[in-house]
């Protein structure tokens, strides 16, 4: 069974860094598309960043690029999401999650707060 466990959130003043980080259980983690996603209260879950199984390629939100990035580190099963210039409005809950072979992210990690303020 795979675990997604996220660690590293926290609070923040505007302005701020934090990385959060997710650990993967099993030894399958490279051959997997990851994703960050977050759910701020009283909204959906939206898209963050993902990145390719090598970390060839990567994507973002728009209104994450140029602020956060997103790597991964094959060697620990860990993939990463630094975020920088922090904003209230980036306040949630942070989830990391593994696509599956299709398109469907199929495994998630229990989420981790950000709370970011002014």
């Known amino acids: 069974q795979v675990q997604l466990v996220e660690s590293g959130g926290g609070l923040v003043q505007a302005g701020g860094s934090l990385r959060l980080s997710c650990s993967y259980s099993e030894r399958t983690f490279n051959s997997y598309r990851m994703g960050w996603f977050r759910q701020a209260p009283g909204k959906e879950r939206e898209f963050v960043a993902a990145?390719?199984?090598?970390?060839?390629?990567?994507n973002y939100a728009d209104s994450v690029k140029g602020r956060f990035t997103i790597s991964r580190d094959n060697a620990k099963n860990t993939v990463y999401l630094q975020m920088n210039s922090l904003k209230p409005e980036d306040t949630a809950v942070y989830y990391c999650?593994?696509?599956?072979?299709?398109?469907?992210?199929?495994?998630w990690g229990q989420g981790t707060q950000v709370s970011v303020s002014s």
């Open positions: 999650a593994r696509r599956g072979p299709g398109t469907t992210y199929d495994y």
């Open positions: 990145i390719s199984w090598n970390g060839g390629n990567t």
